[in-house]
């Protein structure tokens, strides 16, 4: 019985971080309702308060599920110039917008998040970057590079998806292997 429980815990919970990905990627985040996230879950509001807490902490949970910076530091040190390099490339030629991307991007004007949002950037990007490079100067090396990537992110909110053409995308790798090459030192 007990497990059965926890299965359906589970499941809850999966149903609700679900609804409020596919919402907050929809609408962003001040569009988004706690009635709204517990229509689409099928869940009662109780339920969802009691498994994340307030709006804002189920945002920061969606962001921490999705928001990984997935495999692009799991490389030996040498490729990592190119490695970064390629997937900001991925990120400004890419038609799609990821639920994450699509996230920030209807989400970022509300002040409420710039914190989970800063957070996720240290914790997925930063500080993983930083503990990679070797020297006194490896948080300045991955700052800089945060930033191209920031930027990139930035770029693409602005101009949309297909910043250039799949013609176009091993001359910017390769642009951008020799920036990220200078920023990590």
């Known amino acids: 019985m007990d497990e059965i429980r926890r299965r359906d815990r589970e499941g809850t919970r999966c149903r609700i971080l679900d609804a409020a990905r596919r919402l907050f990627a929809e609408l962003g985040y001040d569009q988004v309702t706690m009635r709204l996230i517990s229509a689409e879950a099928g869940?009662?509001?109780a339920?969802?308060?009691?498994?994340?807490?307030?709006?804002?902490?189920?945002?920061a949970e969606v962001l921490a599920v999705r928001g990984r910076f997935p495999g692009v530091l799991d490389v030996p040190r040498g490729q990592l110039p190119r490695r970064l390099a390629e997937y900001v490339a991925d990120l400004l030629g890419?038609?799609?917008?990821?639920?994450v991307l699509a996230t920030l991007s209807r989400s970022t004007v509300c002040p409420e998040i710039h914190g989970i949002v800063a957070d996720r950037v240290r914790s997925?990007?930063?500080?993983?970057?930083?503990?990679?490079?070797?020297?006194?100067?490896?948080?300045?090396?991955?700052?800089?590079?945060?930033?191209?990537?920031?930027?990139?992110?930035?770029?693409?909110?602005?101009f949309g998806p297909g910043v250039f053409d799949e013609e176009g995308r091993e001359a910017v790798v390769a642009r951008l292997t020799k920036v990220f090459e200078a920023c990590l030192g």
Do not use: H, M, W
């Open 47 to 59: 339920l969802i308060n009691r498994y994340f807490g307030t709006k804002r902490d189920l945002f």
């Open 124 to 158: 997925a990007i930063l500080e993983p970057l930083a503990a990679r490079l070797p020297g006194e100067d490896a948080a300045l090396g991955a700052t800089a590079a945060t930033a191209l990537i920031a930027g990139a992110g930035t770029l693409r909110q602005l």
């Open 43 to 45: 869940v009662n509001i």
């Open 94 to 99: 890419s038609r799609e917008e990821g639920p």
